[in-house]
């Protein structure tokens, strides 16, 4: 609830040092050499400048290592961008679901970026960052966030009738594995991202909005 | 974790119905008749419309009874706008760390715009959205919401060490009244926007980014 | 489970400090300077003297600032006193439901007193202290309790099929809102009740026992 | 909060059935005979008429078994009654805080009364019941309730580190399983009484205010 | 998910101290000596000898004090081995189930032993320990255990429904309060063991395996 | 505590089905047809086969696609076999008591098993089960499984004091990021498990015992 009048005080805070002031240097908060990138590696990476026109932060996180980083593109390549039943978008909005209940500053601002992007709808981006509760959503879509989400929280009593709930919202089985796995994936990503204060790149923020 | 080509399935999404579609006309999910505006919050509403260029949408939200809606404002003013140890975009901050605490929708869209607007740092507001523990803010800054944000989650645990910290870190007893009342304020406003589905202006999505 | 024989130990428990022992003049643990009363507050301070026999504590910890006072003067006397849907005692029990949650000493203290003298019926305050389930209420007011509670512990959850429980029970939407603006208006009180230690008057402890 | 004027719609809540209307006959919401009462069981509710008045509905709800009734005293009575390095006064006090947390109705109603009548300081028993947090006790008594309630809570991160706070407040290890023993007999029983919806003799409510 | 080769490091971890290397004679953390035990305690203790091979952990704890020993062993005589309308190995599956969400070592180590000696099925055991929702019981054992645990967890929210789907589910009034004596008792003894850091005895493990 | 006399109703017991019945036939509650293993999946099946004597149904479970397989493979036998500065029992420590915290059945049988062979103690791996903090641990160990849970439960309160413990207790920053990967991993894979009904291999549970 904000109204009118927000003008004094402001050349106080403009002298705040900006938030994100060296998250494009400062990955994390781990001293961790890069290693020399493999061809592969080298390859990638130059795609994402190139398609991107930046490197994801992540990559660079994981740059200590060439094992490591190829294991995590090979994942996140496969789960996220490879064919599925369910859109990238979905797969998306799976993402920043899952990171909003992991309040995972990381995760919410580049998949956020990702949701505005592929669905040409920032609000919707927002809504999944703020509570997926609140968008107004398909039934399809509010199933596979409950799902996503309750699996995230609670998974212990995840069971048969979650799994039937999606089936009839219209998923297969394949789909039931492809929400699984994305879900949980994040909630890896989540953790390595608030582990080490992982920070995402600047330029995410102004992105689709 | 973003990486490129999020190309393909975009046409199916462009048709989607934008999220906030509605959100400037339905403002809550309760059938409530508007009652005429009395002078002074006909005069009030002026204001906004001159200032802000738009009515926000809470405002509405109350005016089916104008005893309410004053009440409403004359807490809010006070507690926002008026003198106080306080800074402004210091309020605001206490305001979207609580809002996100109750992952209040409306509330994190319109205070979310207002930090990064006071503050001329688009980063700032999505940190409070986020989760503020993540924000490289000064040990005032942060004394104040973690006491905002205990006071929100677990009030029953609050007591005289957590006054001991803010006053600690510079805050007067005074101070420590308005972060109580600040933090009070939209742990009250976030029920009621969640209660009746209150829906913020969209024009907030794109401000100050 | 209290069985015979409380006999023991009593003379030395009967030389502890009473635990209300400054309650009437220590309201709250913050050092702030009452200011002097404007005319319309002096007035009203002077009914409650008349009505009550005492100057509520809550009055007393506002009146630092008559701007503060007033204005949550206003609030409250709108929300728990004027003409609504909702008996007086409802809104009672609301703010006692949520104050139990809540653990907030001083409004469980002052309003369930209100409870018990509104209704004629002790037990129905201890009820609402204690455990506002193991109470046999009515439909109606176990649906306006379970509202007000969900929306204080959880609020994201609340959804529409919440409302619409609200609605089954009878509730127009009008009384949807006073149940979320007094379940709300108690969390913020059970806030700045806690944030500050506020006590209340000793006298209500015997009332309508 | 509490504010002048209460008076209106005081005559439609007259008409509400008395929440405490049978709590004197149906114990339970189980239908389990009672067995006849051996000499020893027979002699034990002779002795509570005369000393308390009254039967202790605990006892009556037990009474469908003489073995589980005969356990239950006994442990009872060793536990609260015996000597102690506990007060009686304290031991009460972790019954109270015990079933605060588990907002066990019975065991709140009866025992709260407990703790005003051995403190002789009614509000004592509200501050147990309501949040002990806010009560103005001892260290010793404020470490022991500390315990007993972090015990209730989340047993499983109950260390070394808890008991050598309750050393360092003077308690013996004699002590601390005392404190232990009560904390966790009250466990039991807010779950016996919260599964079987045991009510409490009406007689508690108005008792030692 | 466990896969090949494990074998490096073993040299390193076979100089470990073996982790139940004092379990069998340092029963708790407090220093509480030993009573002479009661001629009928002795024969106890001497039945446990030449039925079990050993005295249970438990039991020694308690042997500071022959009231407090005697009364444990008549309340848990009763409960688990006396004449019920659930089998023993019902009553150890909630034993078990309640001491998993408690988390509680001693009691899933001794009670775990219990479930798969009387069932003859050692994953039946493991299932109770680490999450009977993956068990694949009767619906009569569900719904016991969903009881069971609901009580331990949130023994507030426990209300007719839940007793009704207890009946539902085949169970009379007397088996309800069982289940409910056996979670409570349960919620007792782990409380004590946590808060006592009681050991088990480490001829369990291997136990029916 | 289970004390003498386990002997009744056994026979009735016996005829249960055993809980693991069709564990190593249906992996899986999901219909997910097997493809084709590519030659190097092949080979690490036969591996498996050959080294452990059969393969981990986790495998089977991801092997209706063997890009997904791939990745799988990839990332796990980096994180829990290559070199790092944490053994391979410390990381299997870690699998199980995050999986004990997400409650997950398949991960706590197959990497419990792992935690008694690679350490040649049994009861280190019920302990990693039922609760790490029952475990007489080295500091080392105990920071590594702190930071590890918490990591699981609340990883939006990860901050920097609790790297700088891990730091303290002699990890270096690469050991962090292990720490972090390996807790990350097993709350992925702990969803999937839980999402997808996983069952463990039977022969699990009788190893190492």
Redesign the interface.
């Known amino acids: 609830?904000?109204?009118?009048?927000?003008k004094?005080?402001?050349s106080?805070?403009?002298r705040?040092?900006?938030?994100?002031?060296d998250?494009d240097r400062n990955v994390t908060?781990?001293?961790?050499k890069p290693e020399e990138l493999t061809p592969e590696m080298a390859a990638y990476f130059a795609?994402?400048e190139?398609?991107?026109g930046f490197v994801?932060n992540?990559?660079k996180a994981y740059a200590?290592d060439m094992?490591?980083l190829?294991?995590?593109?090979?994942?996140?390549?496969?789960l996220?961008?490879?064919p599925s039943g369910l859109?990238?978008?979905e797969r998306?909005m799976i993402a920043v679901a899952v990171s909003?209940h992991?309040?995972?500053?990381?995760?919410?601002?580049?998949?956020g970026?990702?949701v505005r992007?592929?669905?040409?709808?920032?609000?919707?981006g927002?809504?999944m960052?703020?509570?997926y509760?609140?968008?107004?959503v398909s039934e399809r879509e509010r199933a596979m966030l409950d799902?996503a989400v309750k699996?995230?929280a609670e998974?212990?009593?995840?069971?048969?009738e979650?799994?039937a709930r999606l089936r009839h919202a219209g998923f297969s089985?394949?789909d039931?594995?492809d929400?699984?796995?994305v879900?949980?994936?994040f909630?890896?990503?989540?953790?390595?991202a608030?582990?080490?204060?992982m920070r995402p790149n600047?330029v995410?923020?102004?992105q689709a909005?």
């Open positions: 609830m904000r109204k009118p009048d927000h004094t005080g402001r106080a805070q403009q705040r040092r900006p938030a994100a002031a998250d908060n781990l001293r961790l795609k994402c190139e398609k991107l994801p992540v990559l200590f094992t490591k190829s294991a995590f593109v090979a994942m996140y390549n496969d996220m961008l490879a859109s990238k978008l998306e909003a992991n309040r995972c500053y990381y995760c919410l601002v580049a998949h970026a990702a992007q592929l669905s040409g709808d920032p609000p919707l927002e809504l960052v703020m509570n509760r609140a968008a107004r799902f699996l995230t998974p212990w009593i995840v069971e048969e979650d799994r089985d394949r039931i594995w929400i699984a796995a879900a949980g994936f909630n890896m990503t989540n953790r390595v608030s582990a080490t204060d600047s995410y923020h102004a909005r």
